[in-house]
């Protein structure tokens, strides 16, 4: 499958509606609000309007929404929005605009830092940015939405050793399940940082898809614990520009 040409980074349908309609396409974001003018990782955010613009070009394209996995064969015009961390932006900025293209997302949550901010941003360069807190998201789960886990506490999986990874991985679906009463079946590594330890933790803990943040689509072949996103992104000016004269 041909990926190479592609962008690195998802800002509109037209480059991928061809791939998106091979497989099971996840779409990967963070923070919907605009970039503040001091923020060092600006990749991060998207910009609520654009993020509105994606919805909706993908509904009325005829996409629905799905929970993370690989396609099965049956089902046409499937693709998952996932954000990683939970922050209040998500609920507050890209809820209603999902309500509104009638799509659904999962949210991979952070489990030691549910109404608390992102203080792993800091140690790696970026803004600490406010969490959901519990109430907050269960009014994201009582609006149709999904919640996965994305450890306790988003360290780099890797450089744990096997009992550390162990209870980052073990105890944030037990710590998500207790609070919020309903299963937690899927996971994100943080920074996408994962090795063959990991996954089989990950395996073990009960969970039944992991997400990294390897670029492509997902097969029937493809490891429900190594499922691939595309990163949505503001393209550059270069890009925007080349993308208008290749699509229009």
């Known amino acids: ?128 940015d406010p969490l959901m807190s519990e109430s907050q998201i269960k009014e994201w789960l009582s609006a149709g939405h999904w919640i996965g886990a994305h450890t306790c506490t988003h360290p780099r999986l890797s450089r744990l050793s096997r009992e550390q990874a162990k209870e980052e991985i073990f105890s944030s679906k037990k710590k998500l399940e207790d609070r919020f009463g309903i299963p937690v079946e899927h996971f994100a590594y943080p920074y996408g940082d994962y090795n063959q330890i990991t996954v089989e933790l990950v395996r073990s803990a009960g969970f039944k898809t992991a997400c990294t943040m390897h670029r492509g689509i997902n097969l029937p072949a493809t490891s429900l614990f190594e499922l691939k996103r595309w990163t949505a992104r503001y393209p550059s000016r270069n890009l925007r520009n080349l993308l208008r004269k290749l699509f229009g």
């Not at 605009?97 to 949210?107: E, F, P, T, Y």
Request: aromatic share 10%; hydrophobic share 35%.
């Open 1 to 128: 499958m041909q990926t190479r040409s592609l962008p690195d980074y998802y800002a509109e349908l037209a480059p991928f509606a061809d791939l998106f309609r091979q497989g099971q396409a996840i779409l990967c974001y963070h923070k919907i609000a605009k970039p503040p003018k001091h923020a060092r990782i600006k990749g991060l955010y998207l910009d609520p309007a654009l993020f509105s613009r994606q919805m909706e070009e993908l509904s009325s394209r005829g996409f629905a929404s799905d929970p993370p996995g690989r396609p099965d064969g049956t089902a046409k015009n499937r693709f998952t929005i996932s954000f990683d961390d939970g922050f209040l932006n998500n609920l507050t900025e890209a809820l209603p605009r999902m309500q509104k293209s009638n799509l659904r997302a999962i949210n991979y949550l952070v489990a030691d830092r549910l109404g608390q901010t992102s203080d792993w941003e800091g140690r790696e360069g970026g803004e600490a």
